[in-house]
């Protein structure tokens, strides 16, 4: 019995060393495992997710693009890894960018992957469009045709449609009036015909039924209304007051008065700056001089707000005529229904203009 005991440890120890070898042999696929796997991620991962955009950058995609052409506009934003990395993952979704026209913002701090996800979706980033105070429609023309696709003539063109415009009471003489003041929101491919067409809804939608009515019942159209309140806002920026002053613009209309209004006197000669309108400007030859001229200007000389026009349809009623800046320069007015009392207002504003040396 006892010759037979070294012979069982032997066995035991046979049996632990291949367990032990089994073991090792385990961890070691375990090891090997996790290198692969940490090799994938900083190879293919890691570029994906950790690499990140330093800046935020709008990437405009034309029709018909080729990679190429992506790639190039990638490259003016940001660093060749992280353009490398979003068309590497592209070419695994197989994209073909001619079918992603449009323009897409990628924020600070987008991984390649989400900005791969981005330009590859199709769902476009709206181009915001602030419509506010643009003195003339060639300007509006110029900065609202920079956010879009389409070049200016195209905007120029739909706006010079007699028949499209018809549809809002419109000319092209007074298209400027479609403009509200606000933001839009349009996809950077959306047409001129289309983007005029939905600034149109905006315009239909200030332009109730009761308004127009209340318009009708002031002797007035949409288009007229829109006229004086683009003046009504050169005049003043003292909310209070542009009832007032439109409904005084109403009155010499009605009084077959001409409107005399200083600031189309500013835009017949393309300066607002003028502080103190001289005789020799009211005689500057143009159909927005209201000096010269009966009626209504032609058009706008602005654009204005909803909430202009809304205060000119609202405004009380008066016997104002005149009207002079005070002399305290505040921005504010005085009224005067007679022309001896106006006139009084007036000596003393250009007393202070005087004082204060200014001759133009």
């Known amino acids: 019995m006892e010759e037979n005991k070294p012979e069982r440890r ?36 890691y570029p994906m997710v950790m690499i990140t955009s330093d800046k935020e950058a709008t990437i405009r995609i034309p029709a018909n693009a080729t990679e190429q052409t992506v790639r ?53 980033t709206p ?77 239909q939608f200030l332009w109730t039924d009761a308004r127009t009515s209340r318009a009708a019942e002031l002797g007035l159209t949409p288009a007229g209304v829109m006229i004086i309140a683009s003046i009504v806002d050169e005049e003043t920026n003292d909310r209070d007051e542009k009832g007032t002053i439109g409904r005084l613009y109403i009155n010499r209309l009605n009084s077959n008065m001409r409107l005399q209004a200083d600031p189309t006197v500013r835009f017949a000669l393309g300066d607002f700056t003028i502080q103190r309108i001289t005789n020799a400007d009211l005689k500057k030859e143009s159909p927005y001089n209201t000096y010269l001229h009966d009626g209504l200007p032609p058009g706008p000389i602005r654009t204005t707000s909803d909430d202009t026009v809304k205060r000119i349809l609202d405004s009380e009623p008066s016997n104002y005529l005149y009207m002079c800046a005070k002399e305290d320069f505040s921005g504010s007015h005085n009224f005067a229904s007679t022309y001896s009392e106006h006139i009084e207002n007036a000596i003393r504003y250009q007393a202070a203009l005087d004082r204060q040396g200014i001759k133009r």
């Open 10 to 45: 032997s066995r035991k120890d046979r049996s632990s060393v291949i367990g032990s070898t089994r073991t090792g042999r385990m961890m070691l696929y375990i090891l090997l495992g996790l290198a692969v796997c940490i090799t994938v991620f900083m190879a293919v991962l």
């Open 127 to 203: 181009v915001r469009v602030t419509i506010n105070g643009f003195r003339s429609l060639p300007l509006l023309i110029d900065r609202v045709s920079r956010k879009m696709e389409f070049p200016a003539d195209s905007l120029t063109a739909v706006l010079n449609d007699r028949p499209f415009l018809a549809q809002y009471g419109l000319t092209p003489e007074n298209a400027m009036a479609l403009f509200i003041d606000d933001t839009y929101e349009f996809y950077w491919t959306t047409s001129a015909r289309d983007m005029v067409k939905k600034i149109g809804e905006n315009y």
């Open 72 to 124: 190039d506009t990638l490259n003016k934003y940001f660093d060749r890894d992280y353009t490398n990395s979003i068309l590497r993952m592209s070419k695994l979704r197989r994209v073909n960018f001619a079918t992603r026209h449009g323009s897409y913002t990628i924020p600070e701090g987008t991984n390649a992957l989400g900005a791969m996800r981005k330009l590859t979706s199709g769902a476009q």
